[in-house]
């Protein structure tokens, strides 16, 4: 028999044995990241000659500077330094905000940019003001004001650059000359050019404005808040407390009133677009075709069961519907950014008709399905018009894998896989060329430039476990982690995932339980997970999460058991997981132990209520605790309107069975959360009072939804293990 080379993981596997390291907490959460230093935002110049992206610094991990590399011979420079540049003044509120629901409010520095079509220069915000970097090292600032300048953006053919200033859209040529304001009643409870707050949060849409690819018109959207009800927002800090009064739109309340007016660069010849007769919808998405003479416009109804595309008329504003997506009866229509127009008048259009997310070709009313079969699409990355195929990330190999294929765009066809197997993989594309993703359980993510096949043609961030990576030292504790299946209580399919410590024969061990277990999320795949869970695991614990159904990726079958019935068939799954790891000899049934944190944060909830004595302990962090107080968009979709279906909301809420709760329960939450805001923690804190139910409590000041940052993650994850530990721990 030939003895086989050595992996990499190997090698670095028996380079750590000579200095092997204690994974510690500090040392988790200290820089240099241990998963390595991954790339963002990276993306190709318009020419391809250069790969930008932004990198952390060496001395501020979370402060990134502009880096290119030369896509030809590999070599790197910064062009453009965040602290050479930065006036370091504070953002605005509303900046602030949209990076809290962008998930980058930690992130300092330069966190977005925008290459100009000429690929010569790049728009570069930072600090709320605009510069403009050239490839020569030169950067000119554009904006120098008080208020800051929200999603700004070079226009597709390069002529203007524009913003939103004080809920309006300006406009300036980017040659030089004056900023325009070509809006003229933004102001209370008016805004143009901003994405409202529901699309931001729940319908991933960040912008309220888009181009046509001739920069002749503008599509800008105008919403006002008037009708949408004010909550006062308290914002509790360490040494001060702020009140916002916040225009939230709670389930069963009114949204926003949208518009959506198609206008020149300098705002003459403006129209108003058909959105049709109701006011009450959600303007999902907006796009125009290759020609610029339509504009697409997703018109979404209010229950979400229905989906319109619309073709507009850029010149008269006048609509017509060009074909619907709707939903069963007990389901809703997904969202998503797979809308690609041809220049041919077709366009390559993703659905769930089938049950399953695929991928269509629809041209002068006639539909062509170009994949099928049990498994989902999840997004395209590239299409070739000249060659007629479009590629795309899907997990036809496997659910617990993420791959690029490639097929057809004008008929149904073989599907080929571009990827490596063993790999969870992202990817995007631009001119010929891809920017590919990689992790798996044993290697933290990579990324690399490749070919239109996927063939790598260089490293971006191999991110070797070498001698070098800054995981090294604790691959010696490093555990593999496993993967399986189990049915539900009624017989699905569940996959779960796990990392054991050292098993030693006889010896039983508690479980770190970790879920989130909502909607639109998948959890469990093969790859990198990250240096806390291994540090739960040196810990003693076992590490284990399943997916139940309602979570992503396994078909709208799979998906649908929570409509009007949230913290049900979930609750049951993940029970049917503890229940599965209590007949498993080397776990300890009596030291299971639950976290998860916002959705997952309300299971943990559910989850002590449904099953008293399950658990040793819980833990709940940031949970929704009453539905009704949840944004519209995202609890609608799923619970429908409370004040039709208020019994499924009493069901699916936390207060009521509070009194439930027999296990050890630890309630954590940031102080200035504007997502679930404080008030899901404190109607929950006080009913487990009046009822006499005991719990621990953690609350932090000026943290928002995303607890953490510097010595705060510290303090989290020690404040947990102290809890769990107490309940768990060594026997």
């Known amino acids: 028999m030939t003895a086989q080379p050595m992996t990499a993981y190997a090698q670095a596997t028996q380079t750590a044995q000579a200095k092997s390291a204690d994974l510690t907490m500090d040392r988790v959460f200290s820089g240099p990241d241990l998963a390595g230093s991954p790339p963002r935002a990276a993306r190709l110049s318009p020419d391809g000659r250069l790969l930008t992206l932004l990198r952390g610094r060496a001395d501020e991990g979370n402060r990134f500077d502009l880096w ?74 554009l904006t120098e ?79 006002d808040e008037a009708p949408v009800g004010v909550v006062t927002r308290t914002a ?66 209010r229950d979400q069961k229905t989906l319109d595309m619309l ?18 009866e007990r389901s809703w229509v997904n969202l998503h ?51 007629r195929t479009v590629t795309f990330l899907g997990n036809k190999d496997g659910v617990l894998e993420r791959h690029l294929y490639r097929t057809s765009i004008d008929r149904p066809g073989p599907v080929t896989r571009l990827s490596e197997p063993g790999w969870f993989h992202g990817a995007n594309g631009s001119g010929g060329r891809l920017i590919v993703t990689r992790s798996n359980p044993a290697q933290p993510p990579q990324t690399y430039l490749a070919d239109a ?22 691959l010696a504790s490093h555990q593999e982690r496993t993967f399986g299946t189990l049915k539900s209580e009624d017989g699905a399919t569940l996959h779960w995932e796990m990392i054991k410590p050292r098993i030693e024969p006889g010896k039983k061990y508690p479980v770190f339980f970790q879920h989130y277990g909502g909607p639109h999320v998948q959890s469990v795949a093969r790859q990198w997970g990250g240096a806390l869970q291994q540090y739960i695991v040196d810990r003693g614990y076992i590490w284990f999460q399943i997916d139940n159904r309602g979570s992503a990726n396994r078909g709208k079958a799979f998906e649908d058991p929570i409509y009007h019935a949230m913290g049900g068939i979930e609750v049951r799954d993940q ?49 929704v605790t009453k539905w009704e107080l949840y944004d519209t968009h995202y609890t609608e979709r799923y619970m429908g309107d409370p004040n039709k279906v208020a019994d499924a909301y009493t069901t699916a809420n936390t207060v009521a069975d509070a009194a439930k709760i027999a296990d050890p329960l630890l309630l954590i939450h940031g102080m200035a959360d504007d997502n679930v805001v404080l008030e899901h923690s404190t109607v929950m804190m006080s009913e487990m009072q009046r009822s006499a139910t005991p719990f621990e409590v953690m609350l932090y000041p000026g943290q928002t939804h995303r607890v953490g940052g510097a010595g705060v993650s510290k303090h989290l994850w020690t404040t947990i293990f102290d809890f769990l530990d107490r309940h768990a721990g060594e026997e």
């Open 337 to 387: 950014d797979a809308l690609h127009p041809l220049a041919d008048g077709g366009l390559i259009w993703w659905s769930e008709r089938d049950g399953h997310g695929h991928l269509y070709r629809f041209r002068d009313g006639n539909w062509t399905q170009l994949t099928s079969g049990p498994w989902e699409v999840f997004s395209t990355v590239a299409v070739d018009e000249k060659a």
């Open 145 to 223: 004001t008080e208020a800051g300048e929200l999603n700004p953006v070079i226009s597709p053919a390069g002529k203007f650059v524009s913003f939103v200033r004080d809920q309006n859209l300006y406009v300036q040529p980017l040659a030089g000359g004056e900023a325009r304001r070509v809006t003229k009643d933004g102001a209370g409870t008016v805004f143009w050019g901003e994405a409202e707050f529901v699309a931001q949060e729940e319908m991933s849409r960040s912008t309220g404005y888009w181009w046509s690819p001739n920069d002749q018109r503008v599509a800008v959207q105008r919403f």
């Open 575 to 623: 029970i049917a997981g503890a229940e599965w790891l209590k007949t498993q000899g080397f776990v300890d049934p009596n030291r299971i132990t639950t976290y998860g944190w916002s959705y997952g944060g309300y299971m943990t909830l559910k989850m002590l209520q449904a099953a008293p004595g399950m658990f040793a302990a819980g833990v709940s962090g940031a949970p």
């Open 236 to 301: 509790i800090g360490a040494e001060d407390t702020r009140v916002f009064e916040q225009r939230y739109p709670k389930a069963g309340t009114p949204n926003v009133l949208v518009e959506l007016h198609v206008m020149n660069p300098d705002g003459s010849n403006s129209v108003k677009v058909d959105l049709g007769a109701n006011p009450d919808i959600y303007l999902s998405r907006v796009n125009w075709t290759p020609d610029g003479k339509t504009l697409l416009v997703q018109r979404q109804s």
């Open 453 to 474: 096949n996927a063939k790598r043609l260089r490293w971006v961030n191999e991110n070797k476990l070498d001698a070098e990576h800054p995981y090294t030292p604790y």
């Open 311 to 328: 073709s507009v008329d850029p010149a008269t504003g006048r609509s017509r519907i060009l074909f619907t997506e709707r939903s069963g």
């Open 68 to 141: 290119a590399m030369d896509t030809t011979s590999g070599e790197w420079r910064m062009l453009v330094d965040s602290k050479k540049i930065g006036s370091g003044a504070e953002l605005s509120e509303a900046e602030k905000m949209q990076r809290e629901r962008a998930r980058i409010g930690g992130l300092t520095g330069i966190v977005t940019y925008d290459w100009a079509a000429d690929g010569q220069s790049i728009l570069v915000p930072l600090d709320g003001d605009l510069y403009l970097a050239t490839l020569d090292g030169q950067v000119r600032r």
